[in-house]
Nanobody
Framework: QVQLVESGGGSVQAGGSLRLSCTAS????????MGWFRQAPGKEREGVAS???????YSADSVKGRFTITRDNANNTVYLQMNSLKPEDTAMYYC??????????????????WGQGTQVTVSS
């Protein structure tokens, strides 16, 4: 069993930045892929970005050029640096972990473990 603990959410004005962190309780093959999803009220959960052992990264078109996902393998931690935030980025952000990322990295079914979520609110 792997626990994921997120931190770093909050409220910011449009154009601002936030950095989310997610630390896994331990390393296992089940956390080779760590990523971030988000869900806004009334919308489906969507993949934001994922990182496979620090070697490969994946991100949604909607955040490319604004969000960067990085990973500290030694500390089982993945970060999401969010710049140029927009009101439409407002959502609950969830950390997720699974065996692999790959071309289906954005599908929630790829992931085994989930964090409790951290709220990001961007005001205009």
């Amino acid at each position: 069993q792997v626990q994921l603990v997120e931190s770093g959410g909050g409220s910011v004005q449009a154009g601002g930045s936030l950095r989310l962190s997610c630390t896994a309780s331990k390393y296992t093959a089940e956390s080779n892929c760590m990523g971030w999803f988000r869900q806004a009220p009334g919308k489906e959960r969507e993949g934001v970005a994922s990182n496979y052992l620090g070697r490969h990264t994946y991100s949604a078109d909607s955040v490319k050029g604004r969000f960067t996902i990085t990973r500290d393998n030694a500390n089982n931690t993945v970060y999401l640096q969010m710049n140029s935030l927009k009101p439409e980025d407002t959502a609950m952000y969830y950390c997720a972990a699974g065996y692999t990322c790959g071309e289906k990295w954005y599908q929630a079914s790829q992931y085994i473990y989930w964090g409790q979520g951290t709220q990001v609110t961007v005001s205009s």
